[in-house]
């Protein structure tokens, strides 16, 4: 009988389906009600939130008188990264990605305005890190314009609404030199929802004279001027040793894998090594930042790539187990993602630790007497906050 009904039912609806839209015989249209399909988890389209991003790109004058400025980009990083590391937007942490250009230096292509890409848009920090050392400044011609301009056509700009994108140049020459308008650079800077910040390195009013003030007025950032040839202030806490040794044991989680994770890997322990050699203190605060929600690894380290939803299926290949260490080479993959797994947690125990010494650090020297720096990462970071105010961002 239930099927009989059944029948009866599927028979009726589509008498009337085949009715919709023709008219009966006594001239009526008759109306029909569409059936809607039930909604399931199939039909219904997943939605996937993209991460906040904030980008920097960081433009430096590398001519001669351009060491100072190159120092504290070396050595203040890490100080920018580690305040970073408290964005968010939208209870989502933001994603932090740097790109780095060199302009000004005689070694540069001339017919490329002296203008050089040195990395692209990357969340590498230990790469953003390696190529700042790597700058060797030299005598040249400085042109904002252009370097303003192939920054904005070159790299890869985020779309999103609450996305903070920013360009920081430094230099301390002429804003107006070279055959590209700054103006017109800017106002592409405009179009793209990028602000655009100047840091001249010398007197303010002479800044202003030179057009950097301008500059920035356009681009709907700030101007500011900072000492580049002062020296990175640090204070020393009884706690650096601590953190530092955990920074050892923090490196001993990660786990190479893939045909450049070995090469990867030799640069994190390089840049140890590099920044301990500025200042202990100064690889301090890298510590802190190897333990902020900003250092990732995930093309070269099993423990994050596995733990990355976009490296899904492509970490436990055939060849880039044959990279992996000889003590978990030849285990199953199950064993080789519970071993992953393992280290997982055992980086997590060793971050918080530097965290809880970082808060202790942090009481000591608030009990110093310091004046306040004027140094690279102090002027970006001010500038960074107040323009995260119009994207709703909120910084703990």
């Given at each position: 009988?239930?099927?009989?009904?059944?029948?009866?039912?599927t028979?009726?609806?589509?008498?009337?389906?085949?009715?919709?839209?023709?008219?009966?015989d006594?001239?009526?249209?008759?109306?029909?009600?569409?059936?809607?399909?039930?909604?399931t988890?199939?039909?219904?389209?997943?939605?996937?939130?993209?991460?906040?991003?904030?980008?920097?790109?960081?433009?430096?004058?590398?001519?001669?008188?351009?060491?100072?400025?190159?120092?504290?980009?070396?050595?203040?990083?890490?100080?920018?990264?580690?305040?970073?590391?408290g964005?968010?937007?939208?209870?989502?942490?933001?994603?932090?990605?740097?790109?780095?250009?060199?302009?000004?230096?005689?070694?540069?292509?001339?017919?490329?305005?002296?203008?050089?890409?040195v990395?692209?848009?990357?969340?590498?920090?230990?790469?953003?890190?390696?190529?700042?050392?790597?700058?060797?400044?030299?005598?040249?011609?400085?042109?904002?314009?252009?370097?303003?301009?192939?920054?904005?056509?070159?790299?890869?700009?985020?779309?999103?609404k609450?996305?903070?994108?920013?360009?920081?140049?430094?230099?301390?020459?002429?804003?107006?030199?070279?055959?590209?308008?700054?103006?017109?650079?800017?106002?592409?800077?405009?179009?793209?929802?990028?602000?655009?910040?100047?840091?001249?390195?010398?007197?303010?009013?002479?800044?202003?004279?030179?057009?950097?003030?301008?500059?920035?007025?356009?681009?709907?950032?700030?101007?500011?001027?900072?000492?580049?040839?002062?020296?990175?202030?640090y204070?020393?806490?009884?706690?650096?040793?601590?953190?530092?040794?955990?920074?050892?044991?923090?490196?001993?989680?990660?786990?190479?894998?893939?045909?450049?994770?070995?090469?990867?890997?030799?640069?994190?322990?390089?840049?140890?090594?590099?920044?301990?050699?500025?200042?202990?203190?100064?690889?301090?605060?890298?510590?802190?930042?190897?333990?902020?929600?900003?250092?990732?690894?995930?093309?070269?380290?099993?423990?994050?790539?596995?733990?990355?939803?976009?490296?899904?299926?492509?970490?436990l290949?055939?060849?880039?187990?044959?990279?992996?260490?000889?003590?978990?080479?030849?285990?199953?993959?199950?064993?080789?993602?519970?071993?992953?797994?393992?280290?997982?947690?055992?980086?997590?125990?060793?971050?918080?630790?530097?965290?809880?010494?970082?808060?202790?650090r942090?009481?000591?020297?608030?009990?110093?007497?310091?004046?306040?720096?004027?140094?690279?990462?102090?002027?970006?970071?001010?500038?960074?906050?107040?323009?995260?105010?119009?994207?709703?961002?909120?910084?703990?």
């Open positions: 009988m239930k099927n009989l009904k059944t029948i009866a039912f028979l009726s609806v589509t008498a009337l389906m085949a009715c919709k839209g023709t008219t009966a006594n001239g009526l249209e008759i109306a029909t009600n569409r059936i809607e399909a039930p909604q988890a199939a039909n219904i389209a997943t939605v996937v939130e993209e991460p906040v991003t904030i980008q920097i790109a960081l433009l430096l004058d590398t001519s001669n008188s351009m060491d100072g400025l190159i120092d504290q980009a070396k050595t203040q990083l890490w100080d920018v990264v580690n305040k970073m590391s964005a968010h937007c939208n209870e989502q942490q933001a994603l932090l990605e740097i790109a780095l250009y060199e302009y000004g230096n005689s070694r540069l292509n001339s017919e490329e305005g002296f203008v050089r890409q990395l692209s848009f990357s969340t590498d920090l230990d790469l953003i890190s390696k190529e700042l050392f790597s700058l060797r400044t030299n005598g040249g011609e400085e042109y904002c314009g252009t370097v303003i301009g192939a920054s904005l056509k070159q790299l890869e700009w985020k779309k999103g609450n996305d903070l994108k920013m360009i920081f140049i430094a230099g301390n020459e002429g804003f107006n030199q070279g055959a590209v308008p700054f103006s017109s650079s800017i106002a592409q800077a405009i179009e793209k929802d990028v602000v655009v910040n100047t840091i001249f390195c010398g007197d303010w009013n002479t800044g202003a004279q030179l057009k950097w003030k301008e500059g920035a007025t356009l681009g709907k950032g700030q101007y500011m001027n900072l000492d580049h040839n002062q020296k990175s202030a204070v020393a806490t009884p706690y650096d040793d601590q953190i530092l040794n955990y920074n050892h044991l923090l490196n001993d989680t990660y786990i190479a894998f893939g045909r450049q994770g070995y090469e990867n890997k030799a640069v994190q322990m390089l840049m140890d090594e590099a920044v301990q050699e500025v200042s202990a203190q100064a690889n301090v605060k890298r510590t802190l930042a190897k333990s902020s929600a900003n250092y990732r690894n995930s093309s070269w380290d099993l423990v994050d790539a596995l733990d990355d939803e976009d490296m899904k299926g492509k970490v290949t055939e060849d880039n187990i044959k990279t992996l260490p000889d003590s978990i080479r030849t285990k199953s993959k199950k064993d080789i993602t519970a071993f992953a797994k393992a280290k997982k947690q055992e980086r997590i125990s060793i971050q918080n630790k530097i965290k809880e010494l970082n808060q202790k942090d009481q000591y020297i608030a009990t110093q007497a310091l004046t306040e720096t004027n140094g690279l990462e102090s002027a970006m970071f001010k500038a960074i906050k107040k323009q995260s105010v119009s994207k709703n961002y909120k910084w703990e």
